[in-house]
């Protein structure tokens, strides 16, 4: 039996994997007014929840490269999978601020290995001139799912309570494990894929391919003194906290500044959906430019650029009149970050061999998480309530918008230079 376009019914299988991923993730921050309230846990008890996540997280980036180079994309992705959903199920069985710990430390160490297993799957599936398309594809499940997250979960835990939500999205992360399993097997023998499919796969019509030389992969010392892998882990350092702002206090930002109710977070899916159409304009566009001659790092770092001037609208956010003008702006400002996601991604395949791509993801990720803490602990800090009144200021997250305005903008001359500098010293095109 043979499937024709096989390599998109893989990609469909990674975004999927991905809408799973932030719905699970961020089913506790969307129902954190519910949960903090059902448990007594204190703003300050839940930015020190979402540490421990962030601290697993980082930890399995790390781990999980060395499982993906080892196992391969499929059989990894596969354990990871299960596992952030056995650890979502868990999350009912929470009683207090210290097992909501618990179990958000074991979310965070399988749900990390779902950003290093599906690059890898992308650079075995597809030539370079479509890793960025299948990269926005599965890249787009992270806002899609959180585009449905607000709507689904707050109506789930409405109507069943949030205990038996969490349950419900363990389940549906098992049921995608077994397609996967079937379908995913290694590219050279896979018996569902055509001839010419196979060829197109292993075929490489961009300008970078032909001046690229053949290199082996890296250890993880040699990964740690490339200048480009120190390069791109600051560009996701500083530029995640942004993207992590509006998964994680957000919708909690919307209850307290902007007066919305538990069920009113739900608004929150036209913010995500901009995301999800960003991270697939960002891929779509990076295509178009390589097809008409720029090599893939120039047509990102291009792309990216773009993006990163969209971002000082962000202080719009909090001074906004309207609750519509709010959301209307943080629309804009997670399009553009999904459209930069998408790119600074692709450029890691771009630049790392592919025996090492594992390794180089985790590596570069943990700079996010690092980026996530420092965010988490910073906006906690700025919700400390007045030592007199003990009241939150309805102002105290204006600070962090105004902050976010330059974060993607101070990256991109360290990309510029870090990309120039790997592409000079290897004697490549220069781009």
Same mark, same amino acid.
């Given at each position: 039996m043979k499937i024709p376009y096989l390599r998109w019914w893989i990609a469909g299988l990674l975004f999927l994997a991905s809408v799973l991923n932030y719905v699970d993730r961020n089913a506790f921050s969307l129902l954190a007014p519910t949960?903090? #309230? #059902?448990?007594?846990?204190? /703003?300050? /008890?839940?930015?020190?929840? $979402?540490?421990a996540f962030q601290v697993a997280y980082a930890i399995a980036l790390l781990l999980s490269g060395l499982i993906v180079d080892k196992l391969g994309s499929g059989k990894a992705l596969a354990l990871f999978v299960g596992w952030w959903?056995?650890?979502s199920m868990s999350t009912s069985l929470a009683n207090s601020t210290l097992t909501l710990g618990i179990v958000m430390f074991m979310l965070g160490l399988g749900e990390a290995g779902n950003w290093? +297993?599906?690059p890898k799957a992308v650079s075995e599936w597809f030539p370079a001139r479509q890793r960025g398309l299948a990269i926005g594809i599965y890249t787009a499940g992270t806002p899609i799912g959180m585009t449905l997250a607000p709507i689904a979960l707050?109506?789930?835990?409405? $109507?069943?309570? &949030?205990?038996?939500t969490f349950v419900v999205m363990g389940l549906l992360g098992l049921v995608w494990v077994l397609p996967w399993l079937v379908i995913n097997r290694p590219v050279k023998t896979h018996p569902w894929l055509t001839p010419k499919e196979r060829d197109w796969i292993y075929s490489d019509t961009t300008p970078a391919a032909a001046t690229q030389p053949a290199v082996s992969g890296w250890t993880y010392g040699e990964a740690l003194r490339r200048p480009e892998v120190w390069c791109l882990l600051l560009g996701r350092m500083l530029s995640d906290p942004v993207w992590f702002f509006y998964l994680i206090w957000y919708p909690k930002y919307l209850v307290s500044a902007r007066g919305l109710s538990q069920a009113g977070v739900n608004v929150t899916w036209v913010v995500f959906l901009a995301a999800g159409i960003g991270s697939m304009a960002g891929g779509w566009l990076a295509s178009l430019f390589i097809k008409r001659g720029w090599t893939p790092p120039r047509a990102r770092l291009a792309i990216? %650029?773009?993006?990163?001037?969209?971002?000082? %609208?962000?202080?719009l956010v909090a001074f906004a009149p309207t609750l519509a003008w709010s959301l209307a702006f943080a629309g804009v400002i997670c399009f553009a970050h999904l459209a930069w996601l998408t790119n600074i991604t692709s450029l890691i395949v771009d630049v790392v061999p592919?025996?090492? %791509?594992?390794?180089?993801?985790g590596i570069v990720a943990a700079g996010s998480c690092v980026g996530a803490i420092i965010m988490n602990k910073m906006v906690a800090r700025l919700?400390?309530? /007045?030592?007199?009144?003990?009241?939150?200021?309805?102002? +105290?997250?204006?600070? &962090?918008?105004?902050?976010?305005?330059?974060?993607?903008?101070?990256v991109i001359p360290v990309l510029i230079w870090g990309v120039t500098r790997r592409r000079n010293q290897q004697g490549m095109a220069a781009y």
């Open positions: 949960i903090q #309230n #059902n448990l007594n846990v204190p /703003d300050q /008890d839940y930015a020190n929840i $979402q540490v959903s056995l650890a290093t +297993a599906a707050v109506w789930l835990s409405g $109507q069943y309570g &949030w205990r038996s990216m %650029l773009g993006c990163a001037l969209c971002m000082p %609208l962000s202080p592919g025996p090492s %791509l594992g390794k180089v993801f919700l400390e309530p /007045d030592t007199i009144t003990k009241l939150v200021s309805p102002t +105290a997250y204006n600070k &962090w918008y105004i902050l976010a305005a330059g974060l993607h903008l101070a």
